[in-house]
């Protein structure tokens, strides 16, 4: 089965610019959740989606938004990038499953990796 | 964003010795628990997990020791090996109550020389 996919792997844009990241889930898992990793400040949760809905979010601008589309892929937007959102920006997704959700394990993407200039 | 900290122990073990890696966990309702393993470059990798009706589990050179009591978590690594070398988090999910987000311990940076 494959892994979390992640597009694109590196990029680079300009401080103002905006930047959509995409993230494909494993196959048959309904939940996706995205991550701020930097050196300062550790892996920082952003949002999870499950079902197309927003279930979960941290403590970022409204800046940083995302959506799930119902093949569960998902996308994240960062609008008027600043140089502080220079990050990795990781995806991890979940089976959610109904029964046993306690055990629900997350597994990550490879990340996208975003330079702002 | 939640706040885990500007600085990353690291623990710095000769290849071939065993590592013991700690990690304390915030919430008793807590019933899940995961160690995963970041190389530079790339996404956290699953290692291990444990119930919270568990206090042990072991995998392949790895065991993972929960205590409930103190909400303590480690990881042991057996002759630790030069590939080893990474970061490496806990994780803990409350997720049986619900839509409850998955918390990530700040992480420790393992060195192994060789």
């Known amino acids: 089965k494959a892994g979390v996919t992640q597009t694109p792997r590196y990029l680079i844009k300009t401080r103002g610019q905006q930047v959509t990241l995409s993230c494909s889930p494993i196959?048959?898992?309904?939940?996706v959740s995205w991550y701020q990793q930097t050196p300062g400040q550790g892996l920082q949760f952003l949002f999870e989606?499950?079902?197309?809905?927003?279930?979960n979010k941290g403590n970022f601008p409204g800046r940083f938004s995302g959506r799930q589309f119902s093949n569960s892929r998902s996308e994240m937007n960062v609008s008027t990038l600043e140089l502080g959102d220079s990050a990795l920006y990781l995806c991890?997704?979940?089976?959610?499953?109904?029964?046993?959700?306690?055990?629900?394990?997350?597994?990550f993407g490879p990340g996208t990796r975003l330079t702002v200039l | 964003g939640e706040s885990v900290g500007l600085h990353l122990p690291t623990l710095s073990v000769q290849e071939g010795d065993n590592s013991i890696i700690n990690c304390a966990y915030s919430n008793s309702a807590s019933d899940y628990f995961i160690w995963y393993k970041q190389e530079s470059g790339k996404g956290p990798q699953f290692i291990i997990d444990i119930r919270s009706n568990m206090d042990k589990r072991q995998g392949q050179r790895v065991t993972v020791l929960l205590n409930k009591t103190v909400k303590h978590l480690s990881l042991q690594i057996a002759a630790t090996q030069p590939g080893d070398s990474a970061v490496y988090f806990c994780?803990?999910?409350?997720?049986?109550?619900?839509?409850?987000?998955?918390?990530f311990g700040t992480g420790t940076k393992l060195q192994v020389i060789p």
């Open positions: 989606y499950f079902s197309e809905t927003q279930r």
């Open positions: 196959s048959g898992h309904r939940s």
């Open positions: 991890a997704s979940s089976l959610y499953p109904e029964k046993d959700r306690a055990t629900d394990t997350q597994y």
């Open positions: 994780a803990e999910n409350p997720r049986s109550g619900g839509y409850q987000k998955v918390t």
